[in-house]
């Protein structure tokens, strides 16, 4: 799907929980093309040392107070429990793809066969696939846990496809980009660039060298200087148009990312861990007057884009048969303007070769006037930049300061030793032409 498709196609609330070591974060957002809205944030905290009901009927009643009780939310699974992948798999068509995955599938975790749990999802490159991969023991763990507290699910998913999602669905977030993401116990360096679509390591809460050692190593995985700063996922991730006061983005980041996926499961990318039978599905009735609404607009939209298109024909075809007409005319005074230049060329080569004989003329004679008897030229060469002779003198020696004098020559320089005979000397002498006609 095109981004500007399934921007003008994101109609949705969705509830996004964060598994922390000892709390439980929850974002409620409601997701139009215009932007989206945080409703709500909520912090359940310490919820193993309470009984899974209590905390669960407080979840409820938050729900309730925003009018969303109906939502089934998507629960983001602690990073530690979750191995993330990512396969390069250009050329492979959609059909082909669970095949090819799951090929390679074996190799990409340490679980036993009958252990692992999979989930995948192709980015927007179409050639990358971001796969996530858990124990099945974590599934049921936190299946358990959620069903004992009445809460119903809708998807298993994990930060990596919570944050690409987010980023993804209404506007390609400006790349190349390296954020952290600080969550319950670890911090996650995320990144995507031209020459990486998706980075993501995780680490336990920072020192500041083992801070720097990630930044550095997400740097170069991504191709991007040494010296490229790590900014806080807040200021990456689609801020809020509005938000309930005192709710801060980094502190949410990645509840805020996941309820931004929940809301809108069937657009861009949604990796989701949990199996097909155990997902509770949300109530898309209240939906209806708003994909009537769209398939309305949409309806109109394509009629006069059908129309414009059938008038677009109808005056093209105008158009063409006119020029077709006119063609035969509007040749002519190029065919002589073509000519013209053809004899403008011919006339200025004749008068070019007409130049040079006349340079090669006035060389001759000036060289006649330097060379005064008894000296005199046995071989003389002539080219379009310069000229060489030979012959005898009584001294030769003189010959090239009298050369150089002549408005027609310069440079000269004796081609070849002088040999002395019984009449003179013989000599032979090269130099630059100047003064030439152009």
Known sequence: MSPDLRKWLAFGAGAGIEIGDRDL???????????????????????????????????????????????AATVLLPRRDVVVR?????????????????????????????????????????????????????????T?????????????????????????????PVRPFLAMAKGAGETETYGESDARPLFTATFETPSEILVGRARSMAA?????????????????????????????LNSSALPYATAIVAACPRLGLHVNLLPQEQRANTSRWI????????VLLLAG???LAAYSSYEDRQYLSKLQAEIARLEPQARRPIAMDKQIEQTRARTALLDQFRRRTRDDANAIAELTKILEPPAYVSALEITRDSIRFSGETQQAAGLLKLIDRSPLFEGSEFAAPMTRTQTGEVFSIRARREGLSR
């Open 25 to 71: 974060e929850v974002t409620i957002v409601r997701v139009r093309p215009s932007g989206i809205e945080a409703l709500g944030a909520l912090r359940i905290e310490r919820f193993n040392d309470h009984p899974a009901a209590e905390w669960g009927a407080a979840y409820s009643k938050f729900l309730k107070r925003h009018g969303l009780a109906h939502l």
């Open 86 to 142: 990512q396969i390069s798999m250009p050329g492979v068509s959609d059909s082909d793809l669970p095949q090819a995955i799951a090929f390679q599938l074996d190799g990409l975790h340490p679980f036993s066969e009958d252990e692992a749990v999979n989930a995948w999802a192709r980015m927007d490159d179409g050639s990358s696939v971001l796969v996530g991969i858990t124990r099945r023991t974590v599934i049921e763990k936190y």
């Open 144 to 172: 358990s846990l959620f069903s004992e507290a009445g809460i119903q699910v809708a998807a298993f998913t994990f930060s990596a496809a919570a944050l690409y999602g987010s980023l993804h669905l209404l506007n390609a």
């Open 220 to 248: 170069a995985e991504l191709r991007l200087p040494d010296e490229t700063p790590a900014l806080p996922i807040g200021d990456v991730l689609p801020k809020p148009k509005r938000a309930p006061e005192g709710f801060d």
């Open 287 to 294: 939906y209806a007057p708003t994909v009537a609404l769209a």
């Open 301 to 303: 939209a394509g009629s």
